[in-house]
């Protein structure tokens, strides 16, 4: 008869549990062991696979760009169609010695060219003189803030006017004339212009005394936001454009290149000449503002084929 231990399960019962359970926990700590070990084997070596497949991804895709390659540079493209910062370099240089050479006047010259900002060249560009017709310009600024362009073809420039703003804009540009000018201005108000137009910058120009003066740098200035779009919106840039094409005056800078599209407005008015222009020449473009004291327009001509023979 066997003794019952607790639970009633006989003696032998007991002993052999123990014994199975000391045969059975070290297979069982092995496996645990086996495990623990192979899981982050598997996980490193997916891990790596993982890597390898994104960098052969990368590199197939994105491409090494050719600037960063060694030996294999690209050289830089020039943007500013055909005219280098050489060409203006050698025009500063020109355009100084044609001043200096000139036997009678004195000169203010800018040349912009209006695919390049840097592009620049320079004689005597903030000297002021009388402006002559080339306010007329600037009277543009105050009408087009205090009048909206599409008033200009109804609107009379005074009560007692004939003429509306847009015709008196027209006959002051494209044939300078006088009362139409004087109109726009006291319509606009003569101290209130000159408030206006050195808010926008043109610090070197005034209109509020009977001489009016200015410098080549405003005026190319002037030329230079019209050109771009800048300075008005987009009819009021192309109403102004086409009355500088309608130009009537044209022995200054558009006889020195005959083979350009030159949009100019002179001035003249005792002893100065001047002559402001956007020119278009094969693939340049760019302002030319020409001021003088005792100069002519066969000077501003020769000028005018001079700098086109450099910027062509």
């Given at each position: 008869?066997?003794?019952?231990?607790?639970?009633?399960?006989?003696?032998?019962?007991?002993?052999?549990?123990?014994?199975?359970?000391?045969?059975?926990?070290?297979?069982?700590?092995?496996?645990?062991?086996?495990?623990?070990?192979?899981?982050?084997?598997?996980?490193?070596?997916?891990?790596?696979?993982?890597?390898?497949?994104?960098?052969?991804?990368?590199?197939?895709?994105?491409?090494?760009?050719?600037?960063?390659?060694?030996?294999?540079?690209?050289?830089?493209?020039?943007?500013?169609?055909?005219?280098?910062?050489?060409?203006?370099?050698?025009?500063?240089?020109?355009?100084?010695?044609?001043?200096?050479?000139?036997?009678?006047?004195?000169?203010?010259?800018?040349?912009?060219?209006?695919?390049?900002?840097?592009?620049?060249?320079?004689?005597?560009?903030?000297?002021?003189?009388?402006?002559?017709?080339?306010?007329?310009?600037?009277?543009?600024?105050?009408?087009?803030?205090?009048?909206?362009?599409?008033?200009?073809?109804?609107?009379?420039?005074?009560?007692?006017?004939?003429?509306?703003?847009?015709?008196?804009?027209?006959?002051?540009?494209?044939?300078?004339?006088?009362?139409?000018?004087e109109a726009v201005g006291d319509s606009m108000g003569w101290a209130q212009t000159d408030k206006v137009i050195h808010s926008k910058g043109f610090n070197e120009t005034s209109v509020v005394n009977v001489n009016t003066t200015s410098s080549a740098h405003d005026v190319a200035s002037y030329m230079e936001q019209l050109a771009h779009g800048t300075l008005f919106d987009q009819p009021t840039t192309a109403f102004i454009k086409n009355a500088l094409a309608n130009q009537k005056f044209r022995t200054g800078i558009p006889a020195g290149c005959q083979d350009c599209t030159v949009l100019n407005k002179t001035g003249n008015l005792d002893s100065v000449w001047h002559?402001?222009?956007?020119?278009?020449?094969?693939?340049?473009?760019?302002?030319?503002?020409?001021?003088?004291?005792?100069?002519?327009?066969?000077?501003?001509?020769?000028?005018?084929?001079?700098?086109?023979?450099?910027?062509?």
């Open positions: 008869m066997y003794t019952s231990y607790a639970g009633n399960k006989p003696r032998h019962y007991y002993l052999y549990a123990q014994k199975t359970k000391r045969r059975v926990w070290p297979l069982f700590a092995m496996l645990l062991l086996t495990c623990a070990l192979t899981v982050p084997a598997f996980k490193i070596g997916e891990q790596l696979s993982k890597t390898r497949q994104s960098a052969a991804i990368n590199t197939t895709a994105v491409p090494v760009p050719a600037a960063t390659r060694p030996n294999q540079i690209e050289p830089q493209q020039d943007t500013t169609q055909g005219l280098t910062t050489s060409d203006y370099l050698t025009l500063q240089q020109q355009i100084k010695d044609w001043s200096a050479h000139q036997k009678k006047g004195q000169w203010s010259i800018v040349v912009q060219d209006l695919n390049n900002n840097a592009n620049r060249a320079v004689v005597n560009p903030d000297v002021t003189y009388n402006s002559a017709s080339l306010y007329k310009l600037f009277l543009t600024i105050p009408l087009a803030q205090k009048v909206p362009f599409d008033k200009w073809a109804t609107t009379k420039t005074l009560a007692n006017s004939s003429k509306t703003y847009g015709e008196c804009v027209t006959a002051m540009i494209s044939i300078s004339d006088n009362p139409c000018g002559d402001a222009a956007i020119v278009t020449h094969g693939q340049s473009q760019y302002v030319l503002v020409v001021m003088s004291n005792r100069g002519t327009p066969a000077q501003i001509a020769s000028l005018s084929k001079l700098v086109a023979g450099i910027l062509k």
